[in-house]
């Protein structure tokens, strides 16, 4: 889900035009909203339908960020890392739901660096350093994934540490 919230903090940084958080978008609805995959499925595909609720692109990047920060990070501090993962030697990493990913962190971290300042032209000051605390809580926890010559790639469901050095992952 933060897809979204990075091109468009992308967008805002190299062009400048912070007009675009104000364009109307319609949600979409699914029978199976964020829904995990069934045991052993590796791809999900489904046909999402326009609704006749929208709001603006800036709520609907906040609504990706929260989701990730309230209700999909792991005991780690760091964004759960789910099924269908772009790189298919890690899909099954967070199959049970408790893996968590280091990269999805440092993107994470990465869009609410580029972020928070928009956040609180929007939304105040009080509600930018909420996610200031967030962006340092996040930089904690990818700090402590730190191995002496390298951060780990994510931590399994079980909580092995996958990418220890001569691990072969």
Same mark, same amino acid.
């Given at each position: *889900?933060?897809? /979204? %919230?990075?091109? +468009? ?6 062009? &400048?035009?912070?007009?675009? /958080? @104000?364009?109307? %978008?319609?949600? =979409?609805?699914?029978?199976?909203p964020?829904?995990? =995959? *069934? ?5 999900? !595909? ?8 929208? @709001? ?5 990047c906040?609504?990706s ?8 990070? &792991?005991?780690?501090? /760091?964004? /759960? ?7 298919? #030697? ?5 199959? $049970? !739901? ?18 928070v300042?928009?956040? #609180?032209?929007?939304?105040g000051? +009080?509600k ?7 962006? $340092?809580?996040?930089?904690? %926890? ?14 399994? @469901?079980? !909580? ?5 050095? &001569?691990?072969?992952?």
């Amino acid at each position: *889900p933060l897809w /979204l %919230a990075w091109g +468009t903090a992308e967008y805002v940084r190299a062009t &400048g035009d912070h007009t675009i /958080l @104000d364009e109307m %978008a319609a949600y =979409l609805i699914s029978e199976f909203p964020f829904a995990p =995959l *069934p045991k052993n499925k590796q791809g999900w !595909g489904h046909l999402y339908h326009r609704t006749t609720r929208a @709001d603006t692109l800036y709520k609907h990047c906040m609504k990706s960020i929260d989701l990730v920060i309230k209700q999909r990070t &792991g005991k780690n501090g /760091l964004p /759960l890392m789910g099924v269908g993962d772009w790189n298919d #030697g890690l899909d099954e990493i967070g199959s $049970e !739901g408790h893996g968590e990913s280091v990269w999805l962190g440092f993107f994470l971290y990465y869009i609410l660096k580029e972020m928070v300042d928009i956040i #609180g032209q929007k939304e105040g000051e +009080t509600k930018k350093a909420y996610y200031v605390q967030k962006m $340092e809580a996040l930089k904690v %926890a990818l700090e402590k994934t730190w191995r002496g010559d390298r951060y780990l790639r994510a931590f399994h @469901d079980d !909580g092995t540490e996958i990418g220890v050095k &001569g691990s072969g992952v």
